[in-house]
């Protein structure tokens, strides 16, 4: 199994910045997709951004400039830096990774617990 622990939130000033990580450990033998994910409450849970093993990158429309997603294949690590936080991006924010633990085993999604993000004055 593959396990994700997400670190870095917590409560910031409109304006301010964040950097979220995300570690996976555990039985892996290749992580290929990597993402964020955020859930304000009562709302569905939506993209924020997503980067593949190689580098690529997407993002939400809305948040694109204001976010920036990096990988360290070496450390098995996502990052999420977060700049101009807005009250509006206050959410619980979840990573997410598609991997396999074998070579001869299917894709598979995995998500970490969450870690809250909180903007406010």
């Known amino acids: 199994q593959v396990q994700l622990v997400e670190s870095g939130g917590g409560l910031v000033q409109p304006g301010g910045s964040l950097r979220l990580s995300c570690a996976a450990s555990?039985?892996?033998?290749?992580?290929?997709?990597m993402a964020w994910y955020r859930q304000a409450p009562g709302k569905q849970r939506d993209l924020v951004a997503g980067?593949?093993?190689?580098?690529?990158?997407n993002y939400a429309a809305s948040l694109k400039g204001r976010f920036t997603i990096s990988r360290d294949n070496a450390k098995n690590t996502v990052y999420l830096q977060m700049n101009s936080l807005k009250p509006e991006d206050t959410a619980v924010y979840y990573c997410?990774?598609?991997?396999?633990?074998?070579?001869?085993?299917?894709?598979?999604?995995?998500w970490g617990q969450g870690t809250q993000v909180t903007v406010s004055s």
């Open positions: 997410n990774a598609r991997a396999q633990i074998t070579p001869q085993s299917h894709l598979a999604d995995y």
């Open positions: 555990g039985s892996i033998f290749r992580i290929y997709d």
């Open positions: 980067i593949i093993s190689g580098g690529s990158t």
